[in-house]
């Protein structure tokens, strides 16, 4: 069975299809060979346009312009983001989102809830709760310009091979690809704006590139046309966009549930002949399309993938983080825990606020986490003050940083009081070149130095497989025994030599 003949488009017979399929008149019979589905549209694009020609990328690309690089790394993406899912799952506001979809809306049985063995929801929401979980502590992933790609796409490509018939389920290979095109879409995306590159201020990121990335991802494995891809995008695009001021609140990672269902509903939405804007990634004057998002936005068409075309991730790596914060708390984090080692080393053993008079951090500047006195943990993992002062009393920064307990520490309290921040012009609000330095001048005088110009994790210095791997195993047997464990790493490690992405499916709860 060749690529082409694993998307939703075939379905099986109707005596056996789910109500969603139903609703969707797939027209396979068993049997039969591969039927596109009766709802394509073939209008062809009068002329060559930005939106068009990632259309076409998208309709076009095929798993052999996957490089060993990029199947690697994409790899490496697919088990962080299960894996921060699976320990996302236990948290309040995961919790409150899937009782909120479990009990206001229907659910249609097709679709697994990380780590909630004989929970299943509708496509829709399947990517939504999972990709809330996948948020709610801030692990997954970031990339430059800065947003979390996997986030927005895993859970709905996940969601969309869920509900495929056992029959045609996509092979593990064209599962990849389709997640890659996700990735791929959002990197160029803001690649179009120099004020993209920046720690965001207006326009979370992943709400405004991340239904895109679902999108592109989800049109993909439907083996939508190139039409089709265009309005899938330009569906997406309306259904895009949240503010800054809900970052470090419970309602962030709805950002990330959102794109990756928003996206997989306009795909579905394309597939049945919804049409939108030809020109809704093109610069036209006037009339904004998703140049709204960004002030500096200059469009260019995406290449044909049979053009030597190479993928964004083959040419720049992922950053991953060591713990559940906000990517820019990991430069204050290390170079605090540098000053930890130093104090260690010349008092008794541990920490004490009794010797430190000032704590000067030099960081960028950036309103959202710069937060003196968090009061959630949510607030806690978007404050440069409580990571630097937390990696300074434990000498690093964990999971248990962000319990109440540990917040509430009196001794870390006496520490916030004592921080200053300075914001120097040669360090950016800019994820490629800011820098943390931790300045601590004890009662005696005595003045420490701590500076991170590139943390463990961030994309300059990956995380070795050894530690994604022991990242993936702290988090995921939170929630599954270690078996499952182990299976989940061997049928990620072996996706694109799988058959079909059963394998990894069956694991997730």
Request: aromatic letters at 6%.
């Amino acid at each position: 069975m060749n690529s082409h003949s694993r998307g939703l488009n075939g379905g099986l017979a109707a005596t056996s299809c789910s109500t969603l399929e139903m609703q969707m008149h797939i027209g396979f019979s068993a049997g039969r060979s591969w039927k596109r589905a009766i709802f394509n549209i073939m209008s062809p694009t009068p002329e060559e346009t930005v939106t068009a020609s990632f259309g076409k990328f998208i309709s076009k690309v095929k798993p052999q312009h996957l490089s060993s690089v990029v199947l690697h790394r994409s790899k490496r993406m697919v088990l962080d983001s299960i894996g921060v899912g699976l320990i996302g799952s236990t948290t309040e506001v995961f919790e409150m989102v899937l009782q909120h979809c479990k009990h206001m809306y229907g659910h249609d049985n097709i679709c697994s809830v990380y780590g909630k063995r004989g929970i299943k929801l509708s496509p829709t929401l399947a990517a939504f709760v999972n990709g809330v979980a996948t948020h709610s502590m801030d692990f997954d992933d970031t990339w430059h310009p800065a947003t979390h790609p996997s986030g927005a796409v895993l859970p709905a490509v996940l969601a969309l091979s869920d509900m495929m018939p056992a029959s045609r389920k996509p092979s593990g290979l064209d599962f990849l690809l389709a997640f890659n095109v996700g990735i791929e879409i959002q990197g160029h995306l803001m690649r179009f704006s120099n004020e993209a590159r920046n720690i965001p201020k207006r326009f979370h990121p992943p709400t405004v590139v991340g239904p895109m990335g679902s999108a592109a991802a989800c049109a993909r494995l439907l083996s939508l046309d190139s039409s089709q891809c265009s309005h899938a995008l330009a569906i997406a695009a309306s259904l895009a966009g949240a503010p800054m001021a809900n970052a470090a609140t419970q309602s962030k990672p709805l950002h990330i549930g959102n794109a990756s269902r928003l996206g997989l509903e306009a795909a579905l939405l394309a597939s049945r002949g919804l049409e939108a804007s030809p020109l809704v990634l093109d610069a036209v004057a006037g009339v904004a399309g998703f140049s709204a998002f960004y002030e500096d936005y200059k469009p260019q068409p995406l290449d044909s993938p049979h053009n030597g075309h190479a993928f964004l991730l083959e040419e720049q790596d992922m950053g991953f983080k060591r713990f559940p914060a906000h990517l820019g708390m990991h430069w204050v984090a290390d170079a605090a825990a540098s000053v930890h080692k130093l104090l260690v080393g010349i008092g008794p053993g541990k920490i004490s606020p009794d010797q430190v008079q000032d704590i000067l951090l030099r960081v960028p500047l950036s309103k959202y986490i710069n937060r003196p006195f968090p009061e959630s943990e949510h607030e806690a993992r978007h404050s440069f003050q409580f990571n630097a002062c937390s990696a300074l009393l434990d000498g690093e920064v964990t999971v248990q940083s962000f319990t109440p307990g540990a917040i509430s520490r009196p001794e870390l309290h006496a520490l916030l009081s004592r921080v200053r921040l300075e914001h120097p012009h040669d360090n950016p609000a800019n994820f490629n070149l800011m820098y943390g330095e931790v300045q601590v001048t004890l009662v005696g005088g005595d003045i420490l130095k701590g500076r991170c110009d590139t943390f463990y994790g961030h994309w300059r210095n990956p995380l070795t497989n050894e530690s994604l791997r022991k990242k993936f195993r702290n988090n995921a047997e939170v929630v599954l025994p270690s078996a499952k464990v182990e299976r989940l790493i061997e049928a990620v490690d072996e996706l694109d030599r799988l058959d079909d992405c059963q394998d990894l499916l069956s694991q997730l709860q």
